[in-house]
């Protein structure tokens, strides 16, 4: 039964328990590299992004230069045909914008050498550029126009202009190459951003489906379990059933058993009784006669049996009367073990609280010889059981107690007591003389004492104790340490249940 019970479980709960941790911790590892390659992954988009934005700047700038160029040129070309001072307005402004225009390229592309160096080319030519543009301009305003025209057919803007526009056309390429490669990294970066994320989001959906799976299988196979085990516990009631039927009819052959014995010691115990009161008549008889025969005639009187009327007669009849009047208590003592055996168990409900008070104060004269104290803490709760075994029971504990206390320092007992479930635990402590730990299941045996013994008694009571326990369906133990007392602990059920009897007439 224990290995169907064994392979119905499968997986012990703590390896399923352990896998299960494994699986939430490698899915929490997965989330966390996910989101850090997310954030990686997103930090890299923005900064190609940040250098796509200024590829576009950078090309804005250089048309904005260009258009401040050819605007100059244009507004230049107006003046000297017409004489428009709003065409040598809007030559001014142009000029004036286009040096802003170049420093704001160089600016943007200082990390570029080429684009430093056509920046270097560009202000190179504007800078003529722009003074043979003056010099024309200065003679259209002196109105010396023909002179001016003639400069400026003569002039080489033309070469110039051509110059200028193709650094403008040659740093709008540099530019549209860097944005090809920005473009291409910005593409790769998102794609390893899905990439990424499909990954995880693979794993994460593959560690769910193993972790539901051994779940689902784990549920499987405990409700399984559950079942095997419910039908193991019925046919463990049975079987408990069955022998607590055969442990009743072995307690009962037992009682019958120690009931004859001692039924039977008893009839040559008191033969033996009756023989050795005869002897000590006899032996009283016998002095008489030796001391008559000293007086008459001391001669006929050995030394051997003087001796033996006066001295090793009674000593041995007085050994022979101690023996059997132990004996004697002995069989008495089994006779009561066996009594209560027999009793028929008359369940009632029970007030603790009053029946040990009730003990307390039979125990009044002994416990103030012994400057002893019983101490019950309230509230003690109550139970369903039979009156006469309870109270022997605590009777013979209580008792114990006051017995073997310590008479170095005063006496105190405890009785304490709390509800586990359906039963009910006890406990009767005292601060006496306490059980050495080899002692400690010996003194519930028939006839065994544990320590010095300078008290009275036969080794019967724990035993009487321990039998009235397990017949009201408890147990019994006890934790102590020599010289600094000892604890029993009394377990039992809140509600007697009277054992079943099967059709055989044994109880179950």
Known sequence: MYKRLVQGFGISEG??????????????LLLVAAGIAAAWSTDQNERHTRDVNHTYEVELSIDRARIAIEQGETARRGFLLTDDSIYLATYRAAMTELPRAINRIATLTADNPRQQANVAALRVQTADLAAQRERTIALA?????KAAVAQFEAETSARRMRTVRALADRMVAEE?????????????????FYITL??????????????LVTVLRYTRELATSRDTLRDFADTLENQVEERTADLSRANEEIQRFAYIVSHDLRSPLVNVMGFTAELEAATGAITDLIDRAEEKA?????????????EDLPEAI?????????MDRLINAILKLSRQGRRVISAEPLDLATLIDGIGASLTQQMEQRGATLTVERPLPDLVSDRVA????FSNLIENAVKYLDPKRPGRIVVRGRREGKRIRYEIEDNGRGIAPADHARVFDLFRRSGTQDQPGEGIGLAHVRALAYRLGGVIDVTSELGRGATFHLTLPALYAEPKTDTRGSQR
């Open 176 to 192: 549209q190459r860097l944005l090809k490669i920005r473009d291409a990294a910005q593409q790769n970066s998102v794609r390893l």
């Open 141 to 145: 305003a002196r109105g010396d126009r």
């Open 15 to 28: 390896r399923m328990g352990r896998f299960l941790v494994a699986c939430m911790s490698l899915g929490f």
């Open 198 to 211: 499909a990954l995880a989001g693979l794993l994460l959906a593959l560690v769910a489906l193993v972790t």
């Open 390 to 393: 309870v109270e022997q029971i």
């Open 298 to 310: 001391p001669e006929i009187v050995s030394e051997d049996a003087r001796l033996a009327a006066r």
């Open 318 to 326: 007085r050994f022979i009367r101690t023996s059997t009047q132990k």
